[in-house]
């Protein structure tokens, strides 16, 4: 068994993409969370001057709604949309019954805040950002969320945090004025009044610094390596039925480039790409998603916005920007009928056909709401009929089901000019059949014969049979 390539990332490009997948989660522009780390390490400065308590800020402001995801299913049958209703909810748009329901939810209080403590210690950021994001939804009145916790049992950190969330979310949505205006009225209710207090008489010039300031992540993070398939899981957790996807797509993928003879440098980049492929999963709601039938108006353009969030969510992470170049590619199609930017043929390298190819084969493998799980023989019969239409590249598609079949070689050559079914056309020719013959032996139309044909002599530079019968025995492509 080959061993796997390194699908590790620094913690600091770890904790950035959860942030990410937090943002659009919560119904929030890219770069939210990283805006609010910013203010809450300003805040915690102006309070209690420099010392480590300014990157616990930063870190809980980052993961603070990573715990999101897991408790998707939950906001859609408690507010019809996970997105929407969070984004409402945050912004202070949300109905009043919409609104006493959420604060009684205290078991998606308890999922949230123990997954993102889950996630800070496998970031291995610490006991106090721990301890503050399994705390960040109590009060300073003891009306918050799971555990009624006054103040005295709250981290410094978690008023912080919700006020610099609060300053960044109300003053972008309602205006500044609005914004110190509620925030004022919190005063020894959400938060200490001092803190309170502090924030408002600096609001104004911190956010202007915002503003001139790109969103990054925070420069104080751990500089330790963590698996991707963190981030993977994360971004899964957001439907019960994709647990396990993304490292299941990433496995597959690996394995299938490294057959296709691709090198160890592209196999990590494939396979970080499979890991983060499903990011924009986020900013779309678990109600459409879940829907067993005919997709209500405008959802399948959200569907198809998935990989642009992808790229676009990756794009600011050094680390992730090209594996999120090639994830952006999972849903597209030779033929270009996929999503989104329906790209076609020569447009879409190995490393994006075998990326789409492999997600396509899991999906198939696994239940759908709107669809059983298909058997192994119906996965590669579906993969096939895809390849003969044109939509999957047939070599890639062959390469993807030996790598899930546990083969460590492909049973037909493979040349970067031809694909696997091209060589099985020129191999029939090469023997002298006609095109009817090929097309009854290889089980295929005789058009799409002609079809290989014209690519054929196109990709070896030939126009007679003759001469791509000499020109595939001496490349190897036929024996």
């Known amino acids: 068994m080959n061993d796997a390539p390194s699908l590790l990332v620094s913690s600091g490009a770890a904790l950035a993409a959860i942030s990410q997948v937090g943002d659009l989660s919560m119904g929030q522009p890219l770069g939210h969370s990283m805006r ?22 930063e870190h809980v402001a980052l993961l603070r709604w990573s715990g999101c995801t897991a408790n998707a299913e939950g906001f859609t049958h408690l507010l019809g949309n996970d997105v929407d209703g969070r984004r409402a909810m945050l912004d202070h748009t949300l109905g009043a019954d919409d609104m006493r329901a959420v604060h009684k939810a205290s078991a998606l209080a308890v999922v949230h805040c123990e997954v993102s403590e889950q996630v800070a210690g496998t970031l291995g950021l610490g006991a106090e950002v721990e301890g503050a994001l399994y705390r960040v939804f109590e009060t300073y009145d003891g009306s918050g969320r799971p555990a009624g916790l006054t103040h005295g049992q709250i981290p410094e950190a978690v008023y912080q945090v919700v006020l610099a969330g609060d300053l960044e979310i109300l003053s972008r949505t309602h205006g500044l004025d609005s914004a110190l205006d509620w925030i004022g009225a919190q005063g020894n209710r959400r938060y200490p009044a001092a803190l309170a207090k502090l924030l408002m008489q600096n609001a104004a010039d911190w956010l202007a610094q915002l503003e001139s300031a790109a969103p990054s992540a925070s420069g104080e993070t751990p500089a330790t390596a963590v698996p991707l398939s963190l981030v993977a899981d994360v971004i899964d957790l957001k439907l ?5 996807h993304s490292r299941q797509v990433a496995h597959l993928a690996v394995e299938a480039a490294r057959l296709w003879g691709l090198s160890e440098p592209m196999l990590a980049e494939i396979g970080k790409a499979a890991m983060v492929h499903g990011l924009g999963r986020a900013a779309v709601s678990n109600h459409i998603w879940n829907s067993p039938g005919a997709l209500p108006y405008g959802a399948a353009e959200r569907l198809h916005l998935v990989p642009y969030w992808t790229q676009k969510a990756c794009k600011p992470i050094e680390e992730l920007a090209g594996p999120g170049d090639i994830a952006a590619h999972a ?9 989104y930017r329906g790209l076609s043929g020569d447009a879409l390298g190995a490393e994006h056909r075998l990326l789409a190819t492999a997600n396509a084969w899991v999906a198939l493998q696994n239940h759908r709401p709107w669809r059983a799980a298909h058997s ?7 993969l096939r009929q895809d390849a003969s239409r044109g939509a999957l590249d047939s070599g890639i598609c062959e390469a993807v089901i030996a790598a ?18 091209e060589c099985e056309v020129l191999a029939e020719i090469s023997r002298g059949a006609s095109n009817k013959e090929v097309a009854r032996r290889l089980s295929i139309s005789p058009s799409t014969v002609r079809t290989h044909m014209e690519s054929i002599f196109r990709k070896l530079e030939c126009s007679t049979r003759a001469a791509a019968t000499l020109k595939g025995l001496t490349l190897g492509l036929i024996s």
Do not use: F, K
Request: net charge positive; hydrophobic share 40%.
């Open 240 to 244: 019960p039925w994709l647990a396990g």
């Open 331 to 339: 849903y597209e199609r030779l033929d270009g009928s996929g999503y």
């Open 36 to 57: 609010v780390s910013r203010l809450a390490r300003q805040l915690a400065q102006a309070s209690a001057g420099q010392g480590g308590h300014l990157a616990v800020a």
């Open 404 to 421: 899930a079949n546990g083969q460590q070689r492909l049973i037909q050559p493979r040349s970067s000019l031809l694909s696997v079914r």
């Open 376 to 382: 192994t023989q119906e996965a590669q019969n579906i």
